[in-house]
């Protein structure tokens, strides 16, 4: 996985999981977690965090992923990865309107989080083929 990959990917996940922080309003765990961390001020900026920067952030990260899942073809950890961006873009458009997609919403970003951490503790190693060796 190439540095570049790894920093736009952790680019994605930091930044769907900070643009939730600042919005107590839907989330209110994580507006707590933000408020306690100084991100109170951003509450005036829930709009623009929840309608414009988290989808981006969560495209980010999934289009990352999605490229890391072509170059290693590993495919149980590429299906994780692009699990938490797809829960996100699912749970801020279509299903939004339930009750349990709050949860659905949380549990995606804790998959973001964990599978960056684990990207940075044990990176994939590199697809080789037959064709690379000759």
């Not at 684990?118 to 064709?131: E, G, Q």
Request: glycine residues 10%.
């Amino acid at each position: 996985m190439s540095m570049l990959q790894k920093i736009i990917e952790k680019i994605g996940s930091f930044g769907a999981i900070g643009s939730a922080m600042g919005c107590a309003a839907c989330f209110p765990a994580l507006g707590a977690l933000g408020a306690s961390a100084g991100l109170g001020f951003l509450s005036s900026f829930e709009g623009i965090f929840i309608n414009k920067l988290l989808p981006i952030f969560a495209i980010i990260a999934l289009v990352a992923n999605i490229w890391g899942w072509y170059q290693h073809r590993v495919h149980y950890r590429g299906l994780i990865s692009i699990l938490g961006p797809l829960a996100v873009l699912a749970t801020l458009y279509p299903l939004w309107k339930y009750g349990w997609s709050t949860y659905l919403f949380y549990a995606s970003l804790i998959l973001m989080f964990v599978m960056s951490i684990f990207d940075l503790v044990k990176p994939a190693k590199p697809h080789c083929s037959i064709t690379d060796l000759v």
